[in-house]
């Protein structure tokens, strides 16, 4: 069941015709109970433009709950807040939760990293070509006129003159002046929402920096990410996932993420530039999997993705060795 909308177009006096269909429920239910966000409908309401279909998740990775419930406090706080903040070091699953409230949400997800590559044009729109009838808009102007979730990654390395032109979204006013295009005014669409990610700001993550105080506020909640094994505690429920995943012994599982466990606090504590993630392990996994001993298999993944110094490598390799033993061997299949 769809509906037409008709957009004028300036200048020429066009009309852009967006076809509109229900959001689709298959699915999604089942995932709503799953997570116990059912009473968290952000889609109330929403007609889903036919042309947007793509930009909403499917099929999602699974998702270990380990007690954070981060799925039902994401959804929770833009329910109530319409915008909120995931705060945590690389790996630790952020974008993969937000994908998945996506599409338990049904609602397009509007990506945009916020390098420093990042132009003002991706974000916004231009004029294409001669004359001031070719408008295209940008990744966040048409977050406000189709709604959906606008997820800004890597936060803490916006520019700081999209920050600012960002408040009147995020406040009272709820709107945005499009000073490219003749000042238009263009309103937040009501089911539009907002989640930022980052990384702790600290000179290990080059190019973040603090965040402008004024956005910083209009972020209603701000949660906190971790990994799931880190040091002495262990998630059982990671090491089943990185071994039904790769398909190998649970024993085998326990010892690649006692050694994942033991890299992120090193990382934790400045010893390290990067800890390794589920999905990091998964790969790994999966060559021990395929018959190469845990060791083989780290050295074409866990050691290259965590550097490229040697110093870094081998510290890496005698995590290793202390936890494997020097000869460790190949999984039998």
């Known amino acids: 069941m769809g509906n037409d909308i008709r957009v004028k177009a300036d200048g020429a006096g066009a009309r852009l015709t967006v076809k509109l269909s229900v959001t689709p429920k298959v699915g999604v239910e089942s995932l709503k109970a799953k997570y116990g966000v059912t009473k968290y409908d952000l889609g109330l309401g929403y007609a889903l433009p036919e042309s947007l279909k793509a930009l909403v998740p499917r099929n999602a990775p699974e998702y270990v709950e380990s007690g954070n419930q981060y799925v039902e406090r994401i959804m929770r706080a833009l329910y109530f807040f319409k915008q909120c903040s995931l705060i945590g070091p690389s790996g630790t699953g952020k974008t993969h939760i937000v994908y998945l409230v996506s599409e338990i949400s049904g609602l397009p997800l509007w990506e945009v990293n916020c390098g420093l590559q990042t132009s003002v044009y991706d974000l916004f729109g231009r004029f294409v070509g001669l004359g001031k009838e070719n408008w295209i808009d940008g990744q966040i102007v048409s977050w406000c006129r189709y709604g959906g979730i606008l997820y800004?990654?890597?936060?803490?390395?916006?520019?700081q003159d999209v920050a600012t032109r960002l408040n009147p979204l995020l406040d009272t006013r709820g709107h945005l002046v499009l000073t490219e295009k003749d000042n238009?005014?263009?309103?937040?669409?009501?089911?539009?929402?907002?989640?930022?990610?980052?990384?702790?700001?600290?000179?290990?993550?080059?190019?973040?920096?603090?965040?402008?105080?004024?956005?910083?506020?209009?972020?209603?909640?701000?949660?906190?990410?971790?990994?799931?094994?880190?040091?002495?505690?262990?998630?059982?429920?990671?090491v089943e996932l990185i071994s039904k995943r790769a398909k190998i012994p649970l024993e085998t599982g326990e010892k690649l993420v006692r050694v994942a466990a033991e890299l992120r606090k090193l990382y934790k504590n400045g010893d390290l530039p990067y800890a390794p993630s589920v999905g990091d392990l998964v790969n790994w996994a999966v060559l021990v999997a395929d018959g190469l001993s845990p060791s083989a298999a780290a050295e074409e993944t866990l050691v290259s993705v965590t550097s490229d110094d040697p110093e870094v490598q081998n510290s890496v390799r005698r995590i290793l060795q202390m936890i494997l033993g020097t000869h460790d061997t190949a999984v039998k299949k």
């Open 152 to 159: 800004l990654d890597e936060a803490n390395m916006m520019k």
């Open 184 to 238: 238009e005014i263009i309103p937040r669409h009501q089911n539009g929402y907002v989640i930022i990610s980052m990384n702790p700001y600290s000179a290990e993550f080059a190019g973040t920096k603090p965040l402008n105080a004024a956005f910083r506020r209009r972020m209603s909640v701000w949660i906190d990410f971790d990994y799931l094994s880190v040091g002495s505690r262990l998630s059982q429920d990671e």
